[in-house]
């Protein structure tokens, strides 16, 4: 066998010159320097031209850089620096006992993220908040001062919220620190006065800060002592179909100027603040429209009577509404009659939908009483009135009656009803008596069975008319059984000599706590109460007794149906 001769590898020895090349050739900032004098020994280019002025043989004391020389002089390892809009950032590090080499790095993008994404989510946080105190409320006013108070808070030393022009005169809300919230009115020929503010109220794209004069601001714009207008903007307030105002920003001081990215931020600023105005004040025109249909939909107020009282309430199955499906009426005494007419019902269904035929069936109603139709009549008018119409999706159940005052203190009611809960007589022992009056349907079918009755209250006897959802209405110990029939007349028959009106308010309790404050359909009471007689004393001490009282004694209930 032959033996092989190891081979021997010869490592390169790093030349001076090699080490310079690569010194030189380094993209980071280097300086090599002495640990014994903190003088220069090597700058490489990139530290040259990192920081102009360095040099070998310079001290690091007397360095370009004021943030290096007091690090060197405090033995600190690390600075930082701005040096000519540079964000500059050294660190030390010893190579031997006689050397050590100050690393330098440019740090100014980095910087200028960190302080983009800082300045973004400043933006988003404050577009966020301005989101949710803006959707906060849907009060007009209430959201204009929410609109310059964020705006003095995060864009401006002062804002105004100008709103279109009304009767040729424009709302003005202003803020500026130190000073309240104020609202202001003036002249639409005014409007010119401010720069920018007439092309942006017309409609046109608003002018750059940068082209408005804001040394030709009107005095009377913003407070005396806020000082000197340095820049304006002026930013539409987008609306629905049309603007929904502006927004007037204001910089104090002369070197005051809103960039590229402010304007970008106001303009979406802008953008909710509009909307935000736009819904409030749509809000507010169907508050009012509502508040003018519904006024003359809400039950009416009970005319006054003679001989009797009248006692009405109603409550909607909706807490946020005032109407419904539910209604009474009551007619005073004409020129050709002296009765008094009472009525009520329950149209299918609850909300918007059944108020409006509610209106329908009250104001045809309200006709056939001036052309002096009786109880009867009215039902089968309106029947064919409901038949004949276009929209036949919903019916009506309805009680009519004519009240008049008879002898002795008496009230006699002639009374109608078509497919609604009969009406309850309470006498004056507490019994309680069913109207034996019927009829079906109103708006179903187009012939209707109307079985009028008659009923005679003593003085001091109530009648009460309810709708089903009074009896209907879902609750106690199970949370699902009606208050019903039997219970209603058992809570009547309690209310035996009471007020009207407070015969109906402790029925509407005992309801209410039936169902446990639960929901419910609309329920809708009136109450037609005699006028009790004062008992009158005869000479030795004998009651007066009315012939009326009288006959009572002998079998007559004084309820009795129509032939």
């Not at 980095?110 to 989510?121: Q, V």
């Not at 999706?393 to 008496?410: E, K, P, Y």
């Not at 006498?427 to 009923?455: C, F, K, N, Q, W």
């Amino acid at each position: 066998m032959t033996s092989r001769t190891p081979r021997v590898t010869t490592v390169p020895v790093a030349t001076p010159l090699l080490l310079r090349a690569t010194f030189d050739a380094a993209t980071e900032a280097v300086l090599l320097c002495s640990a014994a004098d903190d003088t220069i020994l090597l700058a490489n280019p990139a530290a040259c031209a990192l920081v102009p002025g360095l040099r070998p043989g310079d001290p690091l004391t007397a360095a370009p850089l004021p943030e290096l020389a007091a690090a060197v002089t405090e033995g600190a390892d690390s600075f930082r620096s701005e040096h000519h809009r540079r964000f500059l950032y050294g660190h030390r590090r010893d190579l031997d006992n006689a050397h050590y080499a100050w690393f330098l790095r440019d740090h100014t993008d980095e910087r200028d993220r960190t302080a983009a994404l800082e300045a973004e989510r400043s933006r988003a946080a404050f577009l966020a908040d301005a989101g949710r105190r803006l959707s906060a409320s849907l009060n007009p006013r209430r959201v204009r001062r929410t609109t310059v108070e964020l705006a003095v808070e995060h864009l401006a030393d002062a804002a105004v919220v100008i709103l279109p022009p009304d009767r040729r005169r424009n709302c003005a809300w202003s803020s500026a620190p130190g000073h309240p919230v104020e609202e202001g009115l003036f002249g639409e020929e005014t409007l010119g006065d401010v720069p920018g503010l007439r092309e942006v109220i017309d409609g046109f794209p608003p002018i750059p800060s940068r082209w408005l004069d804001a040394s030709q601001v009107p005095g009377w714009l913003f407070p005396a002592d806020l000082g000197p207008i340095g820049a304006l903007l002026v930013t539409p307030l987008p609306g629905n179909a049309e603007p929904a105002g502006a927004l007037i920003l204001a910089r104090t001081g002369a070197d005051a100027v809103f960039s590229p990215a402010d304007e970008a931020l106001a303009r979406v600023f802008a953008a909710r603040a509009g909307a935000a105005l736009s819904a409030a004040a749509l809000y507010q025109e169907q508050v009012e429209t509502a508040a003018v249909l519904q006024a003359d939909l809400l039950p009416p107020a009970l005319p006054p009577t003679e001989g009797f009282e009248l006692a009405g309430t109603y409550q909607a199955a909706r807490e946020t509404m005032l109407i419904g499906g539910d209604f009474y009426e009551v007619f005073g005494p004409t020129a050709t009659s002296e009765d008094t007419v009472i009525a009520l019902g329950d149209v299918c269904g609850t909300g918007p939908e059944a108020a409006v035929l509610t209106g329908k069936v009250r104001q045809t109603l309200r006709a056939l009483r001036l052309v002096g139709a009786d109880p009867e009549t009215m039902l089968r008018v309106l029947n064919q009135a409901l038949t004949e119409s276009a929209r036949r999706q919903r019916f009506v159940t309805l009680v009519v009656g004519a009240v008049t005052r008879a002898d002795h203190g008496r009230v006699r009611l002639e009374l109608a009803a078509g497919g609604h809960p009969p009406p309850l007589v309470l006498r004056t022992d507490g019994t309680v008596e069913e109207v034996p009056t019927s009829g079906t349907l109103i708006g179903v079918m187009p012939h209707t069975s109307i079985h009028p009755a008659t009923a005679e209250l003593a003085p001091g006897e109530l009648c009460l008319l309810y709708s089903d959802g009074l009896t209907e209405a879902r609750g106690g110990p199970t949370g699902v059984e009606q208050f019903g029939e039997a219970r209603l007349h058992r809570a009547l028959a309690d209310c035996a000599g009471l007020p009207g009106a407070v015969t109906l308010e402790r029925l509407r309790q005992l309801v209410s706590d039936w169902v446990h404050g639960g929901t419910t359909d609309d329920i809708a009471m009136l109450a037609v109460r005699a006028h009790p007689r004062p008992p009158l004393s005869l000479r030795g001490g004998g009651a007066n007794q009315s012939p009326y009282l009288t006959a009572a004694r002998h079998g007559d209930r004084r309820v009795r149906p129509r032939a």
